[in-house]
């Protein structure tokens, strides 16, 4: 599902230049959970940008279900990936004004889906994920593992191929951060979704069904 080839990406401070990709190249199978491994600094989340098309590599080629991000501008790569990709970040990303239904009716926003049909969708989500009984509450009524929860229901939510998950549970204690790898195992296993995991905690990539270790820009 995901092919990368020579992966390089350098970024400018004045006279510095620093080398945050250096030739990665990876292949990632439908239905995998990959955990990228490594300490802050490495390249990692650099990595999961490119890989998700938020950033631009400066060399190599992205394949994406035999899509090439390469050749997309900037208007069909925010189609591809409101179409084909959720995404989980360490600090949720919520709007603290709606609540955790409204939250996630947000990433349907660009389907152009009516209201009743993203409410629905948007419930039932929210229920897989163990939220049934906190659809109406807001951010700061729920614990950080349940406001986690609400982004893996937003992540979710338009049925996407791939989900990439930025530290997952880097905000999250050590058995809250355990229970929310139970939850993506469930859904990778029940749904059959690609999950490509950023983390520096060991403990949370042994849940992974592969797991790539990353030191200074490179893949080892």
């Given at each position: 599902m995901i092919i990368a080839e020579n992966l390089k990406k350098i970024y400018k401070n004045g006279s510095i230049r620093i080398m945050a990709l250096s030739g990665i190249s990876l292949h990632i199978k439908k239905g995998e959970i990959v955990s990228i491994l490594g300490p802050s600094g490495c390249g990692k989340s650099t990595l999961l940008n490119c890989l998700s098309a938020i950033d631009e590599p400066d060399e190599g080629t992205i394949k994406i279900d035999e899509c090439t991000l390469n050749t997309m501008n900037d208007n069909q790569k925010t189609?591809?990936?409101?179409e084909k990709m959720g995404f989980i970040f360490q600090s949720y990303n919520l709007i603290p004004?709606?609540?955790?239904?409204e939250n996630v009716e947000m990433a349907l926003l660009?389907?152009?889906?009516?209201?009743?049909?993203t409410l629905e969708k948007s419930v039932e989500v929210l229920k897989q994920v163990g939220l049934g009984e906190r659809i109406y509450h807001y951010p700061n009524q729920m614990s950080g593992?349940?406001?986690?929860r609400v982004s893996i229901a937003r992540a979710l939510v338009h049925n996407p191929e791939i989900i990439w998950a930025d530290e997952p549970t880097g905000a999250l204690d050590t058995e809250t951060g355990l229970k929310i790898m139970d939850?993506?195992?469930?859904?990778?296993?029940?749904?059959q979704k690609t999950f490509v995991i950023v983390t520096h905690d060991e403990r949370i990539a042994q849940f992974s069904s592969r797991i790539l270790r990353m030191d200074s820009g490179r893949l080892s």
């Open positions: 189609k591809f990936r409101a004004v709606l609540n955790a239904v660009t389907q152009k889906e009516k209201r009743k049909n593992g349940e406001c986690q939850l993506i195992l469930y859904l990778n296993k029940e749904f």
